[in-house]
């Protein structure tokens, strides 16, 4: 049986890997297609046809294709009924999260690119800081509350997570915040959880 969504991202993409977390802890089949970053697959005019950004992820679902996974995340807690708002007010909590998460922790991920990807060292200064003040917000947060948002897991969770999974890569020092530690050991502890480099194929897969 063919899956009714496809993913199309990258192993090495945090932002993809939050589509296949969602999957696989939803019990969801996929289908996935590898889009190769280095060699600029995601600039060429088949996969601009499908994401105008030129980034991953795209969901591909129908006739219907999805880029930037704070609209990606919402749209399949809608379709699936899965790690969603229960009304209309948690579901309005839930988007000010996304958008909150994406602000004060994407500084994780820049430090992890710069330091991965041989970006600008000279940056690292401000990123570093801006990411230890994003960590330590979100740290607070997290004291008294086993997951972000409602005492379950939501798409709040599967946003942030990424950017906790490899913090070693970002060169964050993960026991200063130890309400995000475990925090994470909840979510790596979830029935069906796989790390990022085992969840996501090198290649294409139905998953």
Not at 20 to 46: C, E, N
Not at 82 to 90: I, L, M, S
Request: net charge neutral; with cysteine; glycine share 8%.
């Amino acid at each position: 049986m063919t899956a009714a969504f496809t993913l199309h991202g990258n192993n090495n993409s945090q932002p993809a890997f939050r589509i296949a977390l969602f999957f696989r802890l939803a019990g969801i089949p996929f289908t996935y297609r590898h889009v190769d970053l280095r060699s600029g697959q995601q600039k060429t005019p088949g996969y601009l046809a499908i994401n105008r950004f030129g980034r991953v992820p795209t969901l591909v679902h129908g006739d219907l294709a999805l880029s930037e996974s704070n609209v990606i995340l919402p749209y399949l807690a809608e379709q699936t009924g899965k790690f969603g708002g229960r009304d209309p007010v948690e579901k309005l909590r839930l988007a000010e999260w996304l958008s909150w998460l994406a602000d004060v922790l994407l500084p994780v991920q820049r430090a992890r690119a710069v330091r991965k990807f041989n970006g600008d060292a000279n940056a690292l200064p401000w990123i570093d800081a801006s990411a230890a003040s994003g960590l330590a917000l979100f740290d607070q947060h997290l004291a008294g509350h086993d997951f972000i948002e409602g005492g379950r897991v939501t798409i709040a969770d599967i946003f942030a997570f990424p950017w906790i999974d490899l913090l070693e890569e970002s060169a964050v020092d993960a026991a200063k915040y130890p309400n995000i530690q475990a925090w994470a050991a909840r979510m790596r502890a979830l029935p069906g959880f796989k790390p990022q480099y085992e969840l996501m194929p090198t290649q294409d897969a139905d998953c």
